[in-house]
């Protein structure tokens, strides 16, 4: 992975970021986006999608925010420095209504830099007026007035919304019954959900069943996860152990293991599975025991939950300088 690669992405239009979630700040006056806001990556021709299309609301956003949304919905998509006239409001006033209008779910720019520039500590960020020549060394070399133009956050109409939604979450885990929404926070309602599902399997698109022990009501399978399902049940044990982030989308620990208290989706912690089987996690800096058996130390699972796993290199056309100057820094 090399950042430039993300911004490249972004900037050519085939990847888009930004809140997708419950778009508006609520009673959050001025807030800016922070490491814990729920941000996502998304094709740009997905958008429909994931966002309802409407009008973004500016009952809870401040003054500066609503006259940089008006500048936006008069202009449509804008540069930094067009946005500052525009909008009759000094740089840094612009650069925090941008904040609180991406915070809000209302905004997004054409690449990743300017989110990377909005999350960094305001005491460290490159001054706007600064030039690359003058600006100190312990400033962040990321700054909004870099990410290209800024926009609404907005799509089109689509009229299968909730049926690709439902389509995604099958892609997604292969089986899916009225539990797993837990782990969902912008999933439609079950109930929205059940018409589509039984629709694709009269259709003969879908499996319908039970899959899944211990869960009640309604299950829906791809068909080819009937298949995978029944293969890893005949599999033998073979002590294969993996350790994934509990922000990934397969830590459905407490949700596919009522029995078992959850585990925090937070990019902080981590989940030691063996087996399939969750056996240990790492949570605020502490084990936690999630498997009876699990004969092995808090020392021994801290150490296997903590392990670096090496990413693999970029393909040769892929790399870049910077990523160049890291590996030959990795390499010592």
Same mark, same amino acid.
């Given at each position: ?10 900037? @050519? ?45 500016? %009952? ?90 800024? @926009? ?178 990795? %390499?010592?």
């Amino acid at each position: 992975y090399d950042p430039s690669q993300l911004d490249t992405l972004c900037l @050519s239009g085939r990847i888009a970021w930004g809140r997708l979630g419950e778009r508006t700040n609520g009673n959050a006056r001025g807030a800016a986006p922070i490491r814990s806001t729920p941000l996502a990556l998304c094709p740009r021709e997905s958008l429909g999608t994931w966002i309802a299309p409407s009008d973004p609301d500016l %009952k809870g956003l401040s003054s500066t925010a609503r006259a940089v949304c008006e500048a936006l919905e008069e202009r449509g998509a804008s540069f930094f420095h067009e946005l500052v006239p525009a909008s009759s409001l000094l740089p840094t006033q612009v650069e925090a209504a941008l904040a609180e209008l991406v915070a809000a779910g209302a905004a997004t720019a054409d690449s990743f830099t300017g989110l990377r520039a909005l999350l960094v500590p305001e005491n460290k960020r490159a001054s706007l007026s600064d030039t690359p020549r003058r600006r100190r060394g312990s400033a962040s070399p990321y700054s909004v007035a870099n990410a290209g133009r800024w @926009s609404l956050l907005r799509a089109t109409s689509s009229e299968t919304q909730i049926e690709d939604r439902a389509l995604a979450l099958l892609r997604r885990y292969g089986v899916v019954f009225r539990r797993l929404l837990a782990r969902e926070s912008a999933a439609p309602s079950w109930r929205e959900l059940i018409f589509v599902y039984r629709r694709l399997e009269a259709r003969g698109e879908i499996r319908g069943g039970r899959f899944v022990q211990g869960m009640t009501g309604e299950q829906f399978a791809l068909p080819e996860a009937v298949g995978l399902l029944r293969s890893v049940r005949r599999e033998l044990a073979t002590d294969s152990e993996v350790v994934l982030s509990a922000a990934d989308p397969l830590n459905l620990v407490g949700i596919v293991t009522p029995d078992t208290e959850r585990v925090a989706a937070s990019h902080r912690n981590r989940i030691l599975f063996r087996d399939g089987v969750a056996l240990a996690a790492l949570e605020s800096g502490e084990v936690r025991r999630l498997a009876a058996d699990a004969s092995e130390s808090d020392d021994e699972l801290r150490s296997r939950l903590t392990r670096r796993i090496p990413a693999p290199e970029l393909r040769p056309y892929l790399r870049t300088p910077s990523s160049e100057r890291r590996k030959r820094v990795a %390499k010592g």
